[in-house]
């Protein structure tokens, strides 16, 4: 059974860094394209980036670029999701997940969602 699990969330102040790690098990990882997301309360699901097979393509939401940064170690199963200039409004629930088909920029487009983990960013 395939299963993503994300971690690294935590507490961090404005300008902090947080590196986030999505595991994966139960498949071929490489054989999948893969996004993160988070959700604030009372906001919809927001995409934050994606990245291709390999970890060569990458694609990240206007509200992140340049401070986030998204990679992939197939060896280790895992994802990465390197946050740098930390806002208060990053805070959120992050989630990664498997892209299925469509709008690499919509919810919909994705599933094997992990149980997510917590980013606050405090002034």
């Known amino acids: 059974q395939v299963q993503l699990v994300e971690s690294g969330g935590g507490l961090a102040q404005v300008g902090d860094s947080l590196r986030l790690s999505c595991a994966f098990s139960?498949?071929?990882?490489?054989?999948?394209?893969l996004g993160w997301f988070r959700q604030s309360p009372g906001k919809e699901r927001e995409f934050v980036g994606y990245?291709?097979?390999?970890?060569?393509?990458?694609y990240y939401s206007d509200s992140v670029k340049g401070r986030f940064s998204i990679s992939r170690d197939n060896a280790k199963n895992t994802m990465y999701l390197q946050m740098n200039s930390l806002k208060p409004e990053d805070t959120a629930i992050y989630y990664c997940?498997?892209?299925?088909?469509?709008?690499?920029?919509?919810?919909?487009?994705?599933?094997?969602w992990g149980p997510g983990t917590q980013v606050t960013v405090s002034p």
């Open positions: 997940a498997r892209l299925r088909s469509g709008n690499i920029y919509s919810a919909r487009a994705y599933e094997w």
């Open positions: 139960g498949g071929r990882f490489d054989n999948y394209e």
């Open positions: 990245v291709d097979y390999d970890g060569r393509i990458t």
